[in-house]
């Protein structure tokens, strides 16, 4: 009965690979969110999505990708990955925009060596 | 750019102390919201105080808002063990993204 759930919790990888991460949202939100905390625990918002269309796009590298299937899940694909991509992903959703509360997802951790 | 600043960034107190944190922002706003984070998950709603709103009382929880200086302030009485966490405001402006603090890590002991 989890409400927002990522997966893998942790990644480990080496520097110059492609990873992807997934979320879930089963709140039948309509907006989602992939939110990017460094080592000082600053929290940055990297995209939104809006019934599977991008309406936030922060400056973010390009080889940063999300894709949307559904309304449902927003994943992040990070192409070439750079050590200093390190860092906890967050997921995010709600209800009509950000006007609301948003429901977070556990995180995933990910470390490029 | 970050829009939210809490003070302190740090704080430590005994189980049913009060503990009181405060946030600036720079920007005019349509609500602020408060979020508390445990070590190593994420994100938790705890209130939300709209822009017409001056303070708003959840449980234990009670959160000022002054426009005029762009200043938010979040007080938990009495508080517990439990209730060690980062505590993060969020700003929200026409619609745009949600910016977060740099957040007050609470320690509490017991």
């Known amino acids: 009965d989890t409400a927002v759930s990522q997966t893998p919790k942790y990644l480990v990888t080496q520097m110059g690979n492609d990873k992807s991460i997934k979320c879930e949202q089963n709140?039948?939100?309509?907006?989602m969110y992939w939110y990017k905390q460094d080592s000082k625990k600053f929290l940055k918002i990297m995209f939104s999505?809006?019934?599977?269309?991008?309406?936030i796009n922060e400056t973010v590298p390009n080889r940063f990708s999300p894709k949307s299937p559904d309304k449902a899940h927003l994943n992040l694909h990070i192409n070439s990955l750079e050590l200093g991509d390190s860092a906890v992903y967050f997921c995010?959703?709600?209800?009509?925009?950000?006007?609301?509360?948003?429901?977070f997802g556990p995180g995933t951790r990910l470390t490029v060596l | 750019s970050q829009q939210g600043e809490e003070d302190p960034q740090a704080l430590s107190i005994q189980e049913g102390e009060n503990a009181t944190m405060n946030c600036s922002y720079k920007?005019?706003?349509?609500?602020l919201q408060w979020y508390r984070q445990n070590s190593g998950r994420g994100l938790v709603h705890l209130i939300l105080?709209?822009?017409?709103?001056r303070e708003k009382h959840s449980g234990r929880l009670r959160v000022t808002l002054d426009t005029s200086k762009k200043s938010s302030s979040l007080l938990i009485t009495a508080s517990r063990a439990a209730d060690t966490a980062s505590y993060f405001c969020?700003?929200?402006?026409?619609?745009?993204?949600?910016?977060f603090g740099k957040g007050t890590t609470l320690s509490v002991s017991s």
């Open positions: 995010a959703s709600s209800q009509e925009g950000l006007v609301n509360e948003q429901f």
């Open positions: 709140l039948g939100h309509d907006t």
């Open positions: 105080i709209r822009s017409n709103e």
């Open positions: 969020a700003t929200e402006n026409e619609g745009t993204a949600l910016i």
């Open positions: 920007t005019s706003i349509n609500n």
């Open positions: 999505y809006n019934n599977k269309e991008l309406i």
